[in-house]
């Protein structure tokens, strides 16, 4: 019978706990690239020319349709031979989350865009309106509001996602419990301490982003 | 009404494969106003979006004020004569109301008023707010300035809806049904604005099953079927003694429906 032993979490909570840096690291860094980019992307796949929109749609058809632990493994070990560079572990975890929340979260603006509708481009065209502050002035505020609550999900989403970094040695969270584990042999313990710190910072994003939701959500007609 | 204000001839619309516009030839005299009337897919939407250049004709030809706008190349297919920026300035001319209002719904009542004016027609805010103040009274809704459209009734939104596109001072008006999308008890607010509109002399292209509009307001009535324009008249004559079958037809449906 496996007992369970207070001390491993007494002895070891600060060393795992230690991870939880390097975790938000992970998490806010594949956010920022993936807002950024995923913004200009999305744009871009509702304005610019068909081909640079056919050529956007094969990268989001790319990271949607591969696992992300497949995406982090390549950047780490596939693409630096591409490049002829290294990477480190960090930033290739970093790189392959954040394209991949890119690609998702482009497709939140572009349906953000066009959910919007015909009727408002049509009001804002036929009073005279350019494209450009047809966009700028009517779709994008409305829009804006629309893309909120998913890309707040995307958010907590790419929290849970950070722990795969664990498998390319990145020292977050569970990998500082994988290496406990591997002194101590108390799985439950360690398991457990690992998912409760988990639990704690998701609870935390998702609370933060119910608030932000609160804050801004669509206006109806 | 002694100068064509908006001219079409022989104007052709497609979506796609469907052929929406069968050759329409209308002309909009200065300050007249034209009820458009036709059964329910009979292009009357398509004709005032084709107006306004929302929609790009196929075939045909169109003028504004004497110049043409829409020309036919040696093809025989249309080629719209602007570049965008004219464009942009043609439809500030044109207005058209939706039958949906099609209000901006993230801005203010007098948001929605002061937007294009200060965008395309360069105006100063105080300037564009004074006249949009104006036009709220014009239509009854001064105090709703402040309000955000959604919590305005239908006939308030389609009131917004006529004062923000009068807000450019435009020569002719497109209105798309819009009273159909209302509640019966406000169609009559509506309709009364309507027909401030018109004592303006603003040239009024009026797609319509209001037929008490039709008669006491419009200059003319123009019945259209299946994409092509079958008969017009004055109302009077229109509405007593219509030449065509069709007409007849359209015509008794929709006095008996209004009756009963
Ligand atoms: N965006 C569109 N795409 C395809 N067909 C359309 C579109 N808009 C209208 N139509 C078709 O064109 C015809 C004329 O439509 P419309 O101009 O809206 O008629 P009305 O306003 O008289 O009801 C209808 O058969 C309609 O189904
Ligand atoms: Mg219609």
């Known amino acids: 019978m496996y007992e ?11 060393f795992v706990a230690r991870g939880i840096p390097m975790t938000l690291l992970v998490s806010f860094g594949a956010i920022a690239i993936g807002v950024i980019l995923g913004v200009v992307i999305g744009l871009l796949r509702t304005m610019a020319w068909p081909a640079v929109q056919r050529a956007l749609l094969w990268f989001v058809e790319l990271f949607r349709n591969t696992p992300v632990l ?3 493994v390549y950047f780490y070990y596939a693409v630096p031979l591409l490049l002829q560079t290294k990477i480190g572990p960090l930033q290739a975890g970093i790189v392959a989350i954040g394209l991949n929340t890119a690609a998702y979260i482009s497709e939140i603006v572009r349906g953000g865009i066009v959910g919007v509708g015909r009727s ?11 494209k450009l502050d047809t966009m ?7 829009a804006a509001r629309r893309m909120v609550a998913p890309t707040a999900n995307m958010f907590v989403v790419v929290m849970k996602e950070s722990a795969l970094v664990s498998y ?6 569970l990998h500082r419990g994988d290496v406990v584990q591997v002194q101590t042999f108390r799985p439950l313990e360690v398991y457990t301490m690992v998912a409760v710190l988990f639990l704690l910072l998701i609870t935390g994003m998702t609370r933060l982003m119910a608030m932000v939701e609160r804050r801004w959500t669509p206006v109806a007609e | 009404m002694d100068k064509p204000v908006l001219d079409l001839a022989g104007v052709h619309a497609h979506y796609g494969e469907f052929h929406a516009l069968r050759g329409v030839d209308l002309t909009l005299w200065r300050g ?6 036709g059964p329910s897919g009979s292009g009357k939407s398509t004709l005032l979006r084709t107006a306004n250049l929302l929609v790009t004709p196929t075939h045909g030809r169109i003028s504004f004020e004497g110049r043409e706008i829409v020309r036919e190349n040696g093809a025989g297919r249309s080629e719209v004569l602007l570049r965008d920026h004219q464009l942009n300035e043609y439809r500030t001319r044109v207005g ?7 209000l901006f719904p993230h801005l203010s009542v007098m948001e929605n008023l002061v937007l294009a004016p200060t965008l395309v027609l360069g105006l100063d805010r105080d300037t564009a707010t004074a006249r949009a103040m104006e036009l709220l009274k014009t239509v009854g ?3 709703k300035a402040d309000a955000m459209p959604g919590d305005l009734s239908g006939g308030q939104k389609q009131r917004v809806a006529i004062a923000r596109s009068l807000a450019m001072e435009p020569e002719v008006m497109l209105l798309d049904e819009i009273t159909s999308a209302l509640d019966p008890e406000t169609v009559g607010e509506v309709i009364r604005t309507m027909k401030l509109i018109a004592e303006r002399h603003v040239a009024m292209l009026v797609a319509t099953h209001e037929m008490d509009f039709a008669r006491e307001v419009a200059d003319r009535i123009v019945f259209m079927d299946e994409g092509r324009i079958v008969e017009s008249g004055p109302p009077a004559q229109m509405l007593a003694e219509p030449q065509e079958p069709r007409t007849r037809l359209f015509l008794d449906r929709i006095l008996r429906r209004a009756t009963t």
Do not use: C, M
Request: hydrophobic share 55%; glycine share 4%; net charge negative.
């Open chain 1, 4 to 14: 369970w032993n207070w001390q491993t979490i007494a002895e070891y909570l600060p």
């Open chain 1, 70 to 72: 497949v995406q982090i």
């Open chain 1, 120 to 130: 408002q481009v049509d009001a804002a065209r036929s009073l005279g309106l350019s």
């Open chain 1, 136 to 142: 700028r002035k009517v779709i994008l505020p409305q």
């Open chain 1, 168 to 173: 390319i040695g990145v020292a977050e969270i």
């Open chain 2, 32 to 37: 007249e106003v034209i009820a458009l009337i």
């Open chain 2, 96 to 102: 058209i109301v939706f039958q949906h209002f099609n």
């Open chain 2, 141 to 143: 809704l001064a105090e």
